[in-house]
DNA sequence: GATTGTGAAAGTGTTCACAGCG
DNA sequence: CGCTGTGAACACTTTCACAATC
């Protein structure tokens, strides 16, 4: 990012150089390494939030609006924001419509992102009918199974690989994104072809920690272990009711 | 939990004193507020790689081993572990199966959890044939709907029921968990039904933030989301690539 | 020799509080 | 006047490093 050359007089205490010389003039665009995970999985909650709001009629809102409705305050909004760039109004608040736009260019969803489904079981067939995916922009285009019985089948319109033909296909339809929702003992053999077949990013239903390469991001999604953390609050609540 | 009175004699270093006064022997139990919710989803993630172990044949591990398969360090092992008490042997590290049991305990899955589910869609559907809840405990005992179609039939074994018969249900077949699989726009209002029902915990996988009463915990699964954490870091990375 | 449990140090994330701006 | 953006204070979390233990 070439921004250590020697900057003119004045210009020393921009905090956000990279704004001015970047040809990205609209976000900051750190390195991902410096932001803190919380703040993006924050982030996804702001946008849902402000799309509610735009559904509302609202044209406007505030960090402590946004806040309130989410369980955060005020302070903690504005400093998640600000890791980006500047998307207030001073006195007004944010204009929805343009935090929707910015924060969906940050999340990387301001484009249609190809998504590969492998395994077709109870979850995978789910996972093909769910609207939430397209309404975010996400285009599930192919799925994958050894199943003979499915392969050759469409599926909420989805057509059905043979797992064989994993890497063929990927390239063939350009897909960046893979969701793994097979046995737990298949998950890390499919999850290497996923990332043979040049997926670069996974998201993984099965309940095992799988090993990717640097460079291949991974986000898991375990069912049990959302309920063991309501149980776990629940059990203790009841064994320690203040 | 009455340990401020008067102390006898050297008693004074011990740090969980209320391990002894408890008449739960073995394990301590602090209040939940204090416990960071990460500490408890790693938790999760112990017990699902220490049963994976077992099921490799291995007796025991150690918080080296726990921690490298997992990607965290063996101190951070350690230390989450030693909020609850102390579980392991030194120079031997952790008898697997012991500490399996001490972790079931702490969640609260050291017995079984009636749950129900309210929206038999896609995922609702999806939810019903997942086999990971029974292994983990969670029975998964009646499931509501509004559409006449589904109501009295079995899926997956388990009974569908008319929404409106939820409190009745729920109170006769002593349902504490709920798992929330509506529209985004009736979500809420389910929620409070299952509230007013005395569910204590609530899974929701709407696309929504659902007010709840204190004493009431809720966990929220958004699938977009967990694509959206993904595509930010390769965005991110495609446009920062060290 | 290996490994735990834990104070102390280092590192991160959150909240406060207010200057500056519309 | 209302609200953002932000440095500084505070709180929390992780890592380090080592005495205690088997």
């Known amino acids: 990012m070439g921004v250590t050359r020697p900057v003119p007089l004045g210009s020393l ?10 040809d990205d003039s609209s976000t ?7 932001i803190p995970g919380a703040v993006v999985s924050r982030l996804s909650l702001y946008l849902r939030e402000l799309q509610h709001l735009i559904a ?21 909004v504005r400093k998640d924001l600000a890791h980006f760039g ?11 419509d343009e935090l929707i736009t910015a924060i969906r260019k940050i999340l ?39 199943d003979e019985e499915k392969v050759g089948t469409r599926i909420e319109g989805v057509e059905v690989c043979h797992l064989s033909r994993l890497g063929e296909v ?21 999850t290497d072809e996923l990332v043979k077949s040049g997926v670069s990013g996974i998201v993984n239903f099965a309940p095992v920690t799988l090993k990717v390469p640097e460079g ?5 999604v375990d069912l049990a272990r959302e309920l063991e953390q309501v149980t776990f609050t629940v059990a203790n609540k009841l064994a320690n009711p203040d």
Not at 13 to 22: D, E, K, R
Not at 28 to 34: A, E
Not at 56 to 76: I, N, P, V, Y
């Open 56 to 76: 509302d009629g609202k044209e406007t809102t505030s960090s402590s609006q946004l806040g309130r409705r989410l369980g955060f305050t005020d302070a903690q």
């Open 108 to 146: 990387g969803t301001d484009r249609e992102w190809q998504v590969a489904l492998v395994g077709v079981g109870n979850l995978g067939r789910a996972l093909l009918g769910y609207r939430g995916f397209a309404q975010q922009g996400f285009r599930l285009v192919v799925a994958f199974d050894t």
């Open 170 to 190: 990927l390239l063939e339809k350009q897909i960046e994104l893979g969701m793994v929702a097979v046995p737990a003992v298949d998950a890390q053999e499919v």
């Open 28 to 34: 900051f665009r750190p390195n991902p390494n410096s």
């Open 13 to 22: 205490h921009l905090t956000h150089l990279v704004v001015i010389l970047s």
């Open 86 to 96: 500047h998307f207030g109004h001073p006195g007004i608040g944010y204009r929805c």
């Open 216 to 220: 291949v991001s991974m986000v898991g």
